[in-house]
């Protein structure tokens, strides 16, 4: 799994290019106005309230590690540590800590994908254009990129092969509304209009990762399953088509996966959210819609 710490992260490629960390380098305090963020982050949100307890943790503390910069024009460009900066500015500091390096575009666009691929909240699409983004950079294989982060080259392609999929099919994965074993599954069907309608399919009747692995296999040995109501294997009781109506007006809207139980006693709706920063991310959207 690519949550598992990166073996070689930043040490690995400041080595490879002869700027590895010295013990006599010094920290200097940059300027937060002075400071730009890199280009090449993979990631796209940054959660609030991640942001407000590292600030939280900043005011009481202070900043306890530099972050990695690089000099562009008059300004410095982050090369690592883009969380600390927003929350250092949250926090009200002027000035955060900085080791200032002369490192190249390529060394800082990596440098910034691997930090990221630390971190457990990017979500599956993010990882895949970031291990995508370092392949394209280094001119290297699959195998090669693998080694560098301290994965298994499967666990590279897996996530890669991601981007094979329709650009709706890849939203739905980043929202969470599809499970990345729901999209390896559709990915064994090769036509994108397909994939889109196993998609649909697997999000409306609420399919397990092995009930998507059931229905494409139909699909490929010619039994057609997709346009109809039934679904392979067991998923419940029939239920009135207006709460499934409601359960996906609320998927689309959230972004996220909805279940809808409704009964004339008792009804319930869940919504299921994938690692903290999609929560946050729903949370605000209600409390938004309440106001």
Same mark, same amino acid.
């Given at each position: 799994m690519?949550?598992?710490?990166?073996?070689?992260?930043?040490?690995?490629?400041l080595a490879g290019s002869g700027e590895a960390p010295s013990g006599g380098e010094s920290v200097s305090q940059i300027d937060l106005t002075r400071l730009i963020a890199n280009p090449f982050q993979p990631r796209r949100e940054f959660a609030p309230g991640e942001i407000e307890e590292l600030a939280a943790s900043i005011r009481t503390a202070g900043v306890l590690q530099p972050i990695l910069v690089r000099p562009v024009g008059d300004r410095?460009?982050?090369?690592?540590g883009e969380r600390r900066w927003r929350a250092a500015k949250l926090a009200g500091l002027e000035r955060i800590p900085a080791l200032i390096r002369t490192i190249s575009d390529q060394q800082s666009a990596v440098f910034g994908l691997v930090e990221n691929l630390h971190r457990e909240d990017?979500?599956?699409i993010e990882k895949a254009r970031a291990f995508r983004s370092i #392949?394209?950079?280094?001119?290297?294989?699959?195998?090669?990129?693998?080694?560098?982060? &301290?994965? +298994?080259?499967?666990?590279?392609?897996n996530f890669v092969r991601l981007l094979d999929l329709p650009e709706d099919v890849q939203a739905h994965v980043s929202r969470g509304t599809l499970s990345m074993g729901q999209a390896r599954a559709i990915l064994a069907v090769t036509d994108a209009q397909a994939q #889109?309608?196993?998609a649909e399919k697997t999000i409306r009747d609420r399919l397990s990762v092995r009930q998507v692995e059931a229905l494409v296999q139909e699909m490929k040995a010619g039994v057609p399953r997709i346009s109809g109501t039934a679904s392979p294997g067991p998923v419940g009781k029939s239920r009135p088509l207006w709460v499934k109506e409601i359960e996906e007006t609320l998927a689309a809207v959230l972004g996220t996966d909805v279940s809808v139980r409704y009964s004339r006693k008792r009804s319930r709706i869940q919504i299921n959210c #994938? &690692?903290?920063?999609?929560?946050?991310?729903?949370?605000?959207?209600?409390?938004?819609?309440? +106001?």
């Amino acid at each position: 799994m690519v949550e598992r710490k990166l073996g070689r992260g930043l040490d690995y490629f400041l080595a490879g290019s002869g700027e590895a960390p010295s013990g006599g380098e010094s920290v200097s305090q940059i300027d937060l106005t002075r400071l730009i963020a890199n280009p090449f982050q993979p990631r796209r949100e940054f959660a609030p309230g991640e942001i407000e307890e590292l600030a939280a943790s900043i005011r009481t503390a202070g900043v306890l590690q530099p972050i990695l910069v690089r000099p562009v024009g008059d300004r410095y460009q982050i090369v690592a540590g883009e969380r600390r900066w927003r929350a250092a500015k949250l926090a009200g500091l002027e000035r955060i800590p900085a080791l200032i390096r002369t490192i190249s575009d390529q060394q800082s666009a990596v440098f910034g994908l691997v930090e990221n691929l630390h971190r457990e909240d990017l979500n599956p699409i993010e990882k895949a254009r970031a291990f995508r983004s370092i #392949q394209g950079l280094t001119k290297s294989t699959q195998d090669e990129v693998a080694r560098q982060v &301290g994965l +298994d080259r499967s666990t590279v392609a897996n996530f890669v092969r991601l981007l094979d999929l329709p650009e709706d099919v890849q939203a739905h994965v980043s929202r969470g509304t599809l499970s990345m074993g729901q999209a390896r599954a559709i990915l064994a069907v090769t036509d994108a209009q397909a994939q #889109q309608l196993v998609a649909e399919k697997t999000i409306r009747d609420r399919l397990s990762v092995r009930q998507v692995e059931a229905l494409v296999q139909e699909m490929k040995a010619g039994v057609p399953r997709i346009s109809g109501t039934a679904s392979p294997g067991p998923v419940g009781k029939s239920r009135p088509l207006w709460v499934k109506e409601i359960e996906e007006t609320l998927a689309a809207v959230l972004g996220t996966d909805v279940s809808v139980r409704y009964s004339r006693k008792r009804s319930r709706i869940q919504i299921n959210c #994938q &690692g903290r920063e999609q929560f946050e991310r729903v949370y605000a959207q209600i409390k938004k819609s309440g +106001d």
